[in-house]
């Protein structure tokens, strides 16, 4: 791609869901990508246009990328003469919940090596999700150790933070709703101004410091968790009115524009690779830091508090557990996806596998990566009739779209006719079944 006179040249680290949909949308508009992955197999899949897991889009932009310029490899010095270099790995947890840092140290590393013959002086933009303090105190001493360079000299550091929903990713790439750039005001700080300004030229630019950039992001998703908590803590009070409707309450306040529409979708609570990871690593640094999260701690423990709930009113129903066949339509964390990271519905089957319950899965994305995790302890159905054959109570914990077109043939074999819908994907229907949703108050 050139911008104005020179050929520019860009290198992706990482290339899981955001590196990858980061990867394939540049690649597509023609820029010069190299994308930077340690897995050779992932690497393989990507050159032949397979993306290692569902996105919607994804598949059809990679190959796009793939007949222009795109290069894919797991050969760190091939980002050697990058103009801009992206690092999009991941920033799990650890078993307290803090924040694992060892994947990007690595990977950080290994970049501070491959571009010491660098001489095009490249900007290096951190993506990865990581706690305040990260780049100044741990990013920028490792990148200056290992090139022998010297930051705002020699190469730029800026944390530009991603808010990329799966599902979504490709839009939300293509069109940002903001984007944040944290760093010292330097010439490298102008030079990627004038790049997402060319990449996103209706879009707001935040320009502060690192610290700030990096709380940024996990002020944005503990936000989100605590409009989630909220609204089920409300769908739970609903509950127990007679004839209250909490979709009726989230759509009303969702129009006042002071509290927006987005995120007041009640059920089982908020999972996937983001919310949970980042409201437990940002409670333990602000433990750290000596502020008690008072706040975020209840936003959590509502959470977790949901799940259970749906355990209770199984037990409602089917008394002792142990040796009911229960069905649960959906185990990805959210629809089209195939993630399973930190899925509610998966965190429910653990539930009751302790309960010693025999569980049949359906999902239509996410059944190899649910296999892959709980192998034979549960049975895997193809189809939803398969799924629902024989069962004592159906349990629907993703909105997906075949699961909204149910009717009372679907549950015409079932052992017992008892649905608990944690969705409310059923609401309205006539159906000749025992049935319970999430949020609603059953007339007395």
């Known amino acids: 791609m050139i911008v ?88 799990p947890q650890n078993s307290n919940g803090a924040i694992d840092l060892s994947i990007i140290k690595k990977a950080i590393s290994s970049l501070g090596s491959s571009i010491q013959g660098n001489k095009n002086k490249p900007v290096i933009l951190v993506k990865s999700t990581v706690v305040p303090g990260t780049m100044k105190n741990i990013v920028l001493p490792i990148l ?61 630019i935040i320009i502060t410091n ?34 209250a409707n909490i979709d009726d309450i989230a759509k009303t306040i969702g129009l006042d524009p002071r509290i927006g529409k987005l995120f007041l979708n009640a059920g089982p609570g908020y999972g996937g690779s983001c919310l949970p990871k980042d409201m437990r690593a940002l409670i333990n640094f602000a433990k750290i ?16 508090k949901q799940l259970e709930q749906i355990i209770t009113i199984t037990k409602q129903r089917l008394g002792d557990l142990t040796s009911k066949r229960i069905t649960i339509l959906g185990t990805a964390f959210k629809p089209n996806t195939d993630d399973i990271r930190d899925s509610i519905a998966i965190e429910l089957i653990k539930k009751f596998l302790k309960r010693k319950t025999k569980i049949t899965v359906h999902d239509p994305k996410a059944m190899k990566n649910t296999r892959n995790l709980f192998g034979d302890r549960i049975k895997y159905a193809k189809s939803i009739d398969e799924a629902l054959l024989k069962s004592q109570c159906a349990v629907i914990m993703t909105q ?39 949020g609603l108050g059953k007339e007395k």
């Open 4 to 91: 104005g006179d020179v050929w520019m040249k860009i290198g992706i680290i990482g290339l899981g869901f955001v590196g990858l949909s980061l990867t394939s949308v540049l690649s597509s508009k023609g820029y010069d990508v190299i994308g930077i992955d340690t897995n050779k197999e992932k690497c393989k899949k990507i050159l032949n246009g397979v993306t290692p897991f569902f996105e919607p889009d994804l598949e059809k932009i990679l190959k796009n990328g793939l007949k222009k310029k795109l290069r894919i490899s797991d050969d760190f010095s091939l980002i050697n003469n990058c103009d801009f270099i992206f690092v999009t790995v991941g920033t």
């Open 144 to 204: 200056e150790k290992k090139s022998n360079k010297k930051a705002g000299k020699d190469f730029g550091l800026i944390s530009n933070p991603e808010f990329l929903q799966e599902s979504t990713a490709i839009r939300d790439t293509e069109f940002p709703h903001a984007v944040v750039l944290g760093g010292y005001k330097t010439k490298f700080m102008k030079k990627t101004k004038k790049l997402f300004v060319k990449l996103h030229p209706k879009v707001p």
């Open 210 to 243: 690192h610290q700030t950039a990096e709380m940024i992001k996990y002020a944005n998703n503990s936000f989100l968790a605590t409009k989630i908590s909220f609204i089920n803590q409300l769908s739970n009070i609903c509950q127990k009115i007679p004839g």
């Open 289 to 304: 830091t000596g502020v008690k999260p008072t706040l975020l701690n209840a936003v959590e423990e509502v959470n977790t």
């Open 400 to 438: 997906w779209k075949q699961y909204e077109k149910l009717s009372n043939n679907a549950f015409d074999n079932m052992a017992k006719k008892i649905v608990v819908d944690c969705r409310r994907v059923l609401v309205g229907k006539q159906l000749d079944v025992d049935y319970f949703a999430i």
